[in-house]
């Protein structure tokens, strides 16, 4: 039990025992702790435990334990100024962000870019998100202190308040998409499909100068800031951007594959939603070599002409049916736009499910409409047509007034229904067209789960700088979870759920130091075994890690091995996205075989064993023998 004489406390007036040492030693301070009632002997029997040393000349003051500070907490956090060790401490989820990091380097990219204890400092908020669905800063210091953290104690909300407006810059922001872009071309990210997605928050801010009027989520006439997310079509983040409200999506795509390709990134096409259907975007994607899969939005000239020469034809026509699907769907090349002279491949598409609901649901909405209308001209009220149904029902005027539906603009309302298109650069079947589009829905789950799930669909920041650096720390969150959740998939299981079981991984603190008593089930040990990773190892180097920290060793986190991955083939990128050469020569351990490839025997480096020096070099001068020279006596 440790005893701080460097620290000087009052005697407790209650509860207290002093204990007097035959050896003139300072007397101990006990402290009488409740006792739970013993049913045998009828009685609560007391325990007590040593909360200090009796100060030398005085009967007032102790030097305090360890013991104290766990029975004082409070008292002592004032005087040691730093909070207390709880005695049951969780370490799943730091774990788990180790093991990610073996892997996909996160961390050592945060250390690298913020310095290692702003990255310790983002990574603990980061997880705070994962676990607590929240991204609300007031509760992080409460909700936090039982949680294994990279930083010794959890961080103040005024702390993440300073960090977020001064400690992270755009310079480090910039570098940190950098780097990991850099890191996900080395793991395989170069060459592929990207889903690209754009959304936006509402922001009531003066302060923040990217909120702008746009078109918000939410509906609302308010500011708002927007920003974009590009991810692998299995749904990994690759980069993001954080923008004005009032930029268009298909500018702020633009300025996504910019920057990915100056870090060298090759993507080989993008998967786009409606918003970025313009004359201008297909213009730059094809002016970049860049392939596309994009939704038409609205009716352009190539849509009515497809839709005139395939619409009903495609309709319930099994020669159109796409394989396991309800759809339908045929391809020709169109000129798309009629102020863009290129033609495209573009498919139409019949959904027959969605398009029965959508007409279920329009017919649903045009009979209640005609019930209010005869309900009013019944009591002889005045009856008019709402204006979202004025093209499909009228009213019939003279002595017997009532509803009419109008059957030609009902049947053209009707054949709309289901009906879509998808651009696209190069011509593929229907149902390659569908399979590639779905894969967009990946980065759809990517803004349910940063506004959901990690909490970050609304913003409570009031500076510009403090927004760049809440989405920073939101795009960590969002790889940490996303890793999570393929690990989680892998066993089928819930990634919330996943969280939880990781939640009851604890250390319980004994003698001023953590211990853990490996009881985890095997589906924790699979989940680890997901993540590359040993449950067993990864757990013990946590505990090691707070102990080191108790003791005052320097706790240092396991980082990601440096180079090429073992066995990797690929080529390996430093910083500014230049080859890394690789080293020459043998593998170290390598054998080498007794025989050369001719058969002939190998013959070792170096002079045979045996062999006697001449005593001439072969240039004629004398050769000197190794070693020091020999004194020369007077």
């Known amino acids: 039990m440790a005893v701080y004489r460097n620290l000087v406390v009052d005697i407790p007036k209650e509860h207290v025992t002093i ?85 996909t380097g996160i961390k050592d990219i945060l250390d690298a870019v913020y310095g290692t204890d702003h990255a310790g400092a983002i990574l603990d908020y980061a997880m705070y998100s994962i676990i607590h669905h929240t991204d609300d800063a007031s509760a992080f210091a409460s909700k936090m202190r039982n949680e294994l953290t990279y930083s010794k104690t959890p961080f103040s909300d005024s702390f993440y308040s300073r960090l977020f407006e001064e400690g992270m810059s755009i310079e480090q922001e910039l570098l940190l998409r950098r780097r990991w872009a850099l890191q996900c071309k080395e793991d395989g990210a ?26 918000a989520k939410s509906g609302k006439n308010i500011n708002i800031v927007s920003f974009t997310y590009a991810v692998t079509p299995d749904g990994k983040p690759v980069t993001y951007d954080v923008y004005r409200g009032g930029l268009v999506d298909a500018k702020a795509m633009r300025s996504v594959l910019d920057f990915l390709q100056e870090c060298g990134l090759d993507v080989a096409g993008v998967i786009l939603d409606r918003g970025y259907c313009s004359a201008d975007a297909i213009r730059y994607l094809i002016k970049h070599d860049i392939a596309y899969v994009i939704m038409v939005k609205g009716s352009p000239q190539g849509y009515e002409q ?8 495609i309709k319930m026509n099994s020669n159109y049916l796409i394989p396991h ?80 539906i109008i059957t030609e603009a009902l049947q053209s ?14 011509e593929m079947t229907p149902q390659q067209v569908h399979e590639l589009y779905v894969s967009r829905s990946t980065s759809e789950t990517q803004y349910r789960i940063i506004k959901t799930q990690l909490g970050y669909g609304a913003l409570r920041i009031q ?51 953590y211990t853990y008593t490996h009881v985890e089930n095997e589906r924790l040990k699979s989940f680890f075994k997901a993540l590359q990773s040993n449950a ?31 066995g990797s083939r690929r080529k390996q990128y430093d910083d500014q996205g230049n080859v890394i050469p690789r080293k020459s020569g043998v593998k170290p351990g390598t054998k080498r075989k007794a025989t050369n490839a001719d058969g002939t025997p190998r013959k070792k480096p170096g002079v045979k064993p045996g062999t006697k020096r001449g005593k001439y070099n072969k240039d004629g001068t004398l050769r000197k023998k190794p070693g020091p020279k020999p004194k020369v006596r007077g």
């Open 536 to 566: 067993l190892t990864r757990i013990d180097e946590s505990v090691r890690f707070e102990n080191d920290r108790i003791s005052g060793r320097v706790a240092t986190p396991r980082r990601r091995k440096p180079g090429p991955k073992k």
């Open 19 to 103: 204990e007097r040492q035959s050896d003139g030693k300072p007397a101990l301070i006990k402290y009488v702790l409740e006792a739970p009632y013993d049913k045998e002997k009828g009685y609560a029997k007391p325990r007590r435990t040593t909360i200090g040393h009796q100060c030398e000349g005085s009967i007032t003051t102790m030097h305090p334990t360890s013991q104290y500070a766990n029975v004082f907490p409070s008292q002592w956090e004032k005087v040691a100024k730093e909070q207390v060790k709880p005695i049951v401490k969780r370490i799943g989820m730091f774990s788990t962000c180790q093991a990610i990091n073996d892997y």
């Open 325 to 404: 699907t309800f759809l339908f769907g045929c391809q020709k090349q169109v000129q798309l736009f009629k102020s863009f002279d290129h033609k495209d491949y573009l498919t139409l598409f019949f959904d027959y499910r969605n398009g029965s609901d959508r007409i279920t649901a329009l017919l649903k909405k045009m009979y209640l409409e005609m019930e209010r209308i005869e309900s009013a001209i019944s009591k002889g009220e005045k009856a008019t047509v709402d204006s979202k149904y004025d093209q499909l029902l009228r009213i019939s005027e003279g002595g017997n007034r009532h509803v009419e």
């Open 463 to 513: 500076y510009t700088a403090g927004v760049r650096a809440r989405f920073a720390v939101g795009f960590v969150a969002s790889i940490l979870r996303y890793e999570i959740e393929k690990a989680s998939k892998e066993l089928g299981q819930n990634t919330n759920q996943m969280v939880q079981e990781l939640e009851k991984i604890e250390a319980q603190k004994l003698n001023d130091v």
């Open 190 to 215: 170069d060459k592929v499909w990207l889903c690209i997605d754009g959304s936006n928050d509402d922001c009531q801010s003066k302060g923040v100068d990217l909120a702008e009027k746009g078109h």
């Open 413 to 426: 309302a009707i054949d709309e229904k289901g009906l879509y298109s998808i651009v696209t650069s190069d």
């Open 306 to 313: 497809m839709l005139a020469e395939c619409g009903q034809q």
